[in-house]
């Protein structure tokens, strides 16, 4: 039975359940996850990371804060950033605002998750936690 929401929409079902950021092609949109500490302030991170590089090189579009929060085998964190509108710009700001604050930047390729460093870990071994 669908909800009311649904019915004043005309969508069809809306899908409840959170996807892994990434994992399925939103046209307009790239997703990185930046490297960060268990204990981490998401937030003021993802600030840092974003305003680092000033002036900023993306000329539309944002960039938000996905609340995912990925945890390898190795322990190490990673967080999804997504970005739309001036893709290629938007992907060197995250990508040289987090070298400058001396983080790693990863994205998930089909079933891993592939760090600048190099390294690939498959995403059926790591924990993801939602906010």
Request: contains cysteine; aromatic residues 6%; proline residues 3%.
């Amino acid at each position: 039975m669908s909800n009311k929401m649904e019915d004043i929409l005309g969508l069809g079902s809306i899908d409840t359940e959170r996807k892994i950021p990434g994992t399925t092609v939103t046209e307009g949109r790239e997703y990185r996850y930046v490297s960060c500490s268990n204990n981490a302030d998401i937030a003021a991170l993802f600030k840092k990371v974003i305003r680092e590089i000033n002036p900023p090189l993306a000329t539309s579009g944002g960039a938000v804060n996905e609340g995912c929060k990925v945890t390898l085998p190795s322990g190490e964190c990673y967080f999804a950033i997504s970005y739309k509108g001036d893709i290629e710009g938007w992907r060197q700001q995250v990508e040289q605002g987090a070298a400058a604050l001396g983080l790693l930047v990863a994205n998930i390729s089909q079933d891993k998750l592939v760090l600048s460093d190099g390294n690939e870990v498959l995403l059926s071994e790591c924990k993801f936690q939602f906010d």
